[in-house]
């Protein structure tokens, strides 16, 4: 059984960093595609950025890019996303997730972690 679980989330100012990591288990992930989304109070979830494991190719959304940077160790089958710059508009439940798939996508995935609180106060 697939498992996602997020850390690192937490409390920081505008302007600030953090790091969020995904720990997957369950599987080989190798024909995987990782993927970060986020939802804010009233909104919909949206897509952040994704890796694919094959390959190693990322994907950034552009409200994030130049922000954000999506990586993977995977021999620990951990995902990351650094997040540097930090707004009060990124508050959000930053969500990890899978998709059997090698091509990158912001859509369809398969399994979902329980989410990671980011809050950034202005």
């Known amino acids: 059984q697939v498992q996602l679980v997020e850390s690192g989330g937490g409390l920081v100012q505008a302007g600030g960093s953090l790091r969020l990591s995904c720990a997957a288990s369950?599987?080989?992930?190798?024909?995987?595609?990782m993927g970060w989304f986020r939802q804010a109070p009233g909104k919909e979830r949206e897509f952040v950025a994704a890796i694919a494991w094959s390959g190693g190719n990322t994907y950034v959304t552009d409200s994030v890019k130049g922000r954000f940077t999506i990586s993977g160790d995977f021999a620990k089958n951990t995902v990351y996303l650094q997040m540097n710059g930090l707004k009060a508009e990124d508050t959000a439940v930053y969500y990890c997730a899978a998709k059997a798939s090698t091509r990158i996508r912001t859509y369809g995935y398969d399994y979902w972690g329980q989410g990671t609180q980011v809050t950034v106060s202005s």
């Open positions: 369950g599987r080989t992930f190798s024909r995987y595609v």
